[in-house]
């Protein structure tokens, strides 16, 4: 069967900024089908004040001219924060020229987010997001929270991040030293700093048996700091943002996950290393729950909660098996989540769209 073409105009973070959106992003656009042409506008890069400035005038007016070739869908990426503004003021200019609008909810904080705004822009916020065609959301617990300020039930849908699925998983010995890895921002609200305390609390067993890798930008320097003050450089060692092809090296060489996060969206670090066929150990934040249960595929252990996490990790060392046997349930977990079927599930909304808005303007056009 041939399908009909649509053309997508995708907006959000450069494809080169270090985050899951950005991931997501690239994931996606590499999988898309020939039929699906995509145009990609980087709202925003890493970088000050002023390069972001910048960026987003430089996006303004691309988008003022690729809007000119009325793409079928603007499919545009938010978040929290200054990125909640650039994306509404972008919706709303695609909205005004009678664009078909998705809108695709990112950021952990989004819901500390919509807290703290002002009436006013919660007012904007909320009508500009009802309007969108589709409000795409990364699990229940996001959708919930989405119908609970007012978007209508039926324009949201629910669609969790996608994850590349390793062709092969690697066999794992068990009795040696056991890695543990942590990617992602050094920051607090991912708990890296929690982490290196957990791990100054194991006993001297477990200690002798592991090794922490933690990779990521942010405050990697603090972090070095307080590993080297609790005299933890023989265990733990602590990386920069590493690229696609070392991260997998270094999922492929491990034998477990940590991301002991205070809030979430449900992040791509996380799916990857189930896609590894690693157990992790993470908290119930955001939509991990839907994904992770706890003591089947993974750990759950309470945010911020140093004793329990320094306990979830002495479990996976000790317990060679169930460790095993929960890395091999997290890769069957995220294995419906494989790119394919992303892409597929999001190039049926594509068209869905793309057709409604060409009889709308066949409709306009009599």
């Known amino acids: 069967?041939?399908?009909?073409?649509?053309?997508?105009?995708?907006?959000?973070?450069?494809?080169?900024?270090?985050g899951g959106v950005s991931g997501v992003e690239?994931?996606?656009?590499?999988?898309?089908?020939?039929?699906?042409?995509?145009?990609?506008?980087?709202?925003?890069v890493d970088g000050g004040k002023w390069i972001k400035t910048l960026t987003f005038a430089q996006a303004l007016a691309r988008f003022a001219l690729e809007l000119r070739h009325r793409p079928d869908v603007v499919h545009i990426h938010f978040a929290s924060g200054a990125s909640n503004i650039r994306k509404i003021i972008l919706a709303r200019i695609a909205m005004a020229r009678g664009a078909s609008v998705i809108m695709h909810a990112h950021g952990a904080a989004y819901k500390q987010h919509w807290a703290k705004m002002s009436p006013l822009a919660k007012s904007i916020t909320r009508d500009t997001l009802a309007r969108a065609q589709r409000l795409v959301v990364l699990g229940e617990r996001w959708k919930s929270f989405f119908v609970s300020i007012g978007i209508p039930q039926h324009r949201?849908?629910?669609?969790?991040?996608?994850?590349?699925?390793?062709?092969?998983v690697p066999e794992r010995p068990m009795g040696g030293k056991v890695r543990f890895v942590f990617f992602g921002l050094i920051s607090a609200r991912k708990g890296p700093f929690e982490l290196v305390e957990a791990v100054a609390k194991l006993s001297p067993e477990c200690r002798a048996r592991v090794e922490f890798m933690l990779a990521g930008n942010g405050q990697t320097q603090r972090l070095r700091a307080?590993?080297?003050?609790?005299?933890?450089?023989?265990?733990?060692?602590?990386r920069e943002w590493v690229e696609p092809a070392e991260r997998d090296r270094l999922l492929a060489a491990a034998h477990a996950f940590v991301l002991p996060s205070h809030a979430e969206g449900l992040p791509m670090s996380l799916l990857e290393a189930m896609a590894w066929g690693l157990a992790p150990i993470c908290t119930p934040v955001g939509s991990i729950p839907e994904h992770v249960v706890d003591g089947v595929n993974g750990i759950l252990v309470t945010p911020g909660d140093v004793a329990q996490l320094a306990a979830?990790?002495?479990?996976?060392?000790?317990?060679d098996e169930e460790r095993m046997q929960m890395g091999r349930l997290a890769r069957a977990t995220v294995e419906p989540l494989c790119v394919k079927e992303y892409s597929n599930r999001m190039c049926a909304v594509y068209r869905s769209l793309a057709n409604?808005?060409?009889?709308?303007?066949?409709?306009?056009a009599r």
Not at 2 to 17: F, K
Not at 226 to 234: A, F
């Open 226 to 238: 307080r590993v080297n003050e609790l005299g933890l450089q023989d265990v733990i060692e602590i």
């Open 1 to 18: 069967m041939v399908r009909e073409p649509a053309n997508i105009l995708m907006l959000g973070p450069a494809l080169n900024v270090r």
């Open 26 to 44: 690239r994931i996606l656009l590499e999988a898309l089908p020939k039929e699906v042409r995509a145009v990609h506008i980087a709202t925003m």
């Open 312 to 319: 979830a990790i002495e479990k996976l060392v000790f317990k």
């Open 156 to 168: 949201i849908l629910v669609l969790p991040n996608p994850v590349v699925l390793p062709e092969k």
């Open 356 to 364: 409604g808005h060409a009889q709308g303007r066949r409709v306009l």
